[in-house]
């Protein structure tokens, strides 16, 4: 099946490529490498949130080797200003004016370690790029080169000299994940893999920027019955009036349960969208948009078992299957 435009691409099969060469880099992390490529898919961004050393940046590197996407990353500090995320305008005495110099935003990957380090205003010079896939200075709109996703990453165990991301700021980040330890098997597998060279210096692109905002297109072409559309409104919705939490889904949560519903759906090889695909990624899009009330907190109560409660409590509709399949073939996510 050609991959050349958006209508005719096979999403499926560029994700098994894509899935299978992060592999070789970072092991036994699919369900997380396949939301990654969820996120991307949707033109959206992802928060990782885990302890150090469980290759957060490996996987955001790998994610970009994969793809011949150019990568930069940014060290978030407390002394890190706005222009050293966006760049800014630097006078040329050759030609005596000023002359834009880009940033590391304007990568097609970019990586903001600890991003709770940053000031708040560094962080909002983040926002901009994320929600607009541009950067505005000095008055000029520049247009980042697509596809472009951020990957933010922050320690929840060091909470010296950080900033915690606000609300609305954690719900402008499509999914959170976390990594977690490797299993000692996997671990062992890493060990064996890193004994000659890093695995990262030999891994080869198996798609192209091209490929990838192709598939983004194609993405929004999945059908969605209006029977998943009343499910995910419902969920989203019980949120709102569930009583251990203070705030539920916006409609952003539920644009991008929607989006990233379509996504999963074309990865596992369909052109439509099936109940168990908002379920797989319900928790990565909603665990963190959602806030406890004070006593509930006090009692211990976790949002992913309000999540479990919430999708026992809805009713799970039946749809019937399109006959048409555009996306042949899927990763088994």
Not at 35 to 40: D, I
Not at 138 to 146: A, E, Q, Y
Not at 153 to 170: I, K, R, S, W, Y
Request: net charge neutral; aromatic share 4%; charged share 25%.
């Amino acid at each position: 099946m050609s991959e050349k435009t958006g209508a005719t691409v096979d999403i499926g099969a560029i994700s098994r490529r894509i899935i299978a060469n992060v592999e070789q880099v970072v092991v036994g992390k699919r369900q997380q490498i396949i939301k990654v490529l969820v996120a991307w898919y949707c033109e959206g961004h992802v928060l990782l949130e885990d302890v150090p050393g469980v290759a957060k940046t490996v996987l955001a590197r790998a994610f970009a080797a994969s793809m011949g996407c150019s990568f930069k990353r940014l060290q978030c500090t407390p002394d890190l200003l706005p222009t050293d995320v966006t760049g800014g305008s630097i006078f040329n005495q050759k030609v005596s004016e000023f002359q834009f110099r880009p940033g590391p935003i304007f990568a097609q990957l970019v990586l903001a370690d600890e991003i709770n380090r940053a000031t708040p205003r560094t962080q909002a010079a983040l926002l901009e790029a994320m929600a607009e896939s541009s950067v505005t200075i000095d008055g000029t709109t520049h247009t980042l080169t697509p596809p472009f996703l951020l990957i933010a990453t922050q320690n929840p165990v060091d909470h010296e000299g950080t900033f915690p991301l606000p609300e609305a700021q954690l719900d402008r980040f499509l999914i959170k994940l976390s990594l977690g330890y490797p299993t000692r098997e996997e671990e062992s597998q890493m060990l064996d893999m890193l004994k000659r060279q890093h695995p990262l210096s030999s891994l080869k692109p198996v798609a192209t920027a091209e490929q990838l905002v192709a598939c983004q297109r194609a993405i929004r072409t999945v059908h969605v019955d209006e029977k998943i559309r009343k499910y995910i409104t419902d969920i989203v919705h019980a949120t709102r009036e569930h009583h251990d939490l203070a705030l539920g889904g916006s409609p952003r949560a539920s644009i991008a349960l929607y989006r990233t519903s379509q996504a999963i759906a074309a990865v596992r090889g369909r052109n439509y969208v099936e109940p168990d695909d908002v379920k797989h990624i319900l928790p990565s899009v909603l665990t963190h948009r959602l806030i406890l009330k004070p006593e509930s907190r006090l009692q211990n109560v976790k949002i992913d078992e309000i999540l479990t409660d919430v999708l026992d409590e809805t009713e799970v509709p039946m749809i019937q299957p399109p006959r048409a399949r555009v996306a042949a073939g899927g990763t088994g996510g």
